[in-house]
């Protein structure tokens, strides 16, 4: 297989450069990422398709990864819960090296071949699940081996990788190669490859949160009352889709039913 993502960077002698070129120059690939991602719309609907079908008959999201992308999918899948209020274990991260040890970056971990398929027969992974993995280069041995099992075991896979015709693709059920070509810092996948994951997370969980039925027109309509910020968004949605012109009285209500999806459906709305 072809690595883009360990080719030569495009740009030489960056430590001459001044910080005016130096962003210029890392805007202008950034602007390459969301292109990119068109060019694999197709490959990403397919998947975000097959997710969606998984999570509709009550079956959960593993997120799979190492390093950049993997440390990525843990931010994605924290906030959901909170943003839609999901119950915490519908969409789930194995992360080599553990999430709990997050911020501790044990890139060693990314080469051991069984410890993402143990992870993930401790949560129970049967057939109702689908497994994501990610993979800038798409050969990670954690990741790899891990949608090897899941295949042999008839969980449906994913993935999202960097280079074209990896052997995590070849594993996978939905591959989406999204191909940003070499970093602005040789290898350094964390950059391009990284803005590129985050990006279909985020079109991952919203797509698959919309089609749930946890938005309703554009709105947060099951977010949690955790601050009061939120607080006063959701009171101020709640006054404009049910027609109470009462702030305080809205809120009391808010208050009581614990969203704005809970309350609307006490009003008849």
């Known amino acids: 297989m072809t690595r883009i993502t360990e080719q030569d960077s495009l740009y030489r002698h960056l430590e001459k450069m001044s910080i005016t070129e130096l962003t210029a120059h890392i805007n202008n ?13 197709p490959e990403i609907n397919l998947l975000i398709g097959s997710i969606v079908k998984q999570l509709e008959a009550g079956g959960r999201l593993f997120y799979l990864g190492a390093g950049s992308g993997g440390r990525l999918s843990v931010l994605d899948a924290i906030e959901l819960p909170t943003t839609y209020g999901i119950p915490k274990g519908i969409v789930n991260v194995v992360l080599a090296g553990g999430v ?10 990314e080469d051991d071949r069984e410890a993402g398929w143990l992870a993930l027969q401790s949560h129970d992974i049967s057939a109702k ?3 994501l993995g ?25 993935c999202i990788v960097s280079n074209p015709k990896s052997a995590i693709a070849t594993q996978a059920d939905f591959p989406v190669e999204v191909i940003t070509g070499p970093e602005f810092v040789t290898g350094s996948t964390r950059m391009k490859s990284g803005t590129a994951q985050k990006m279909i997370f985020d079109m991952i969980s919203t797509t698959a949160m919309i089609r749930l039925g946890r938005v309703e027109d554009n709105k947060m309509v099951n977010v949690l009352l955790i601050n009061d910020k939120i607080i006063d968004r959701s009171v ?12 305080e009285k809205a809120k009391a209500l808010l208050t009581e039913k614990g ?10 709305k």
């Open 236 to 247: 101020k949605m709640l006054m404009e889709r049910s027609g109470i012109t009462d702030y």
């Open 134 to 158: 990610i993979s800038a280069s798409g050969t990670t041995p954690f990741v790899l081996a891990s949608l090897k099992a899941c295949r042999e075991n008839g969980i449906p896979t994913g």
């Open 100 to 109: 709990e040890h997050l911020i501790e970056a044990r890139e060693e971990e």
């Open 259 to 268: 969203s704005v999806k809970k309350a609307l459906d006490h009003l008849g």
């Open 29 to 41: 690939e950034d602007k390459k990422v969301a292109l990119a991602i068109e060019k694999a719309l």
């Open 129 to 131: 699940d689908f497994v």
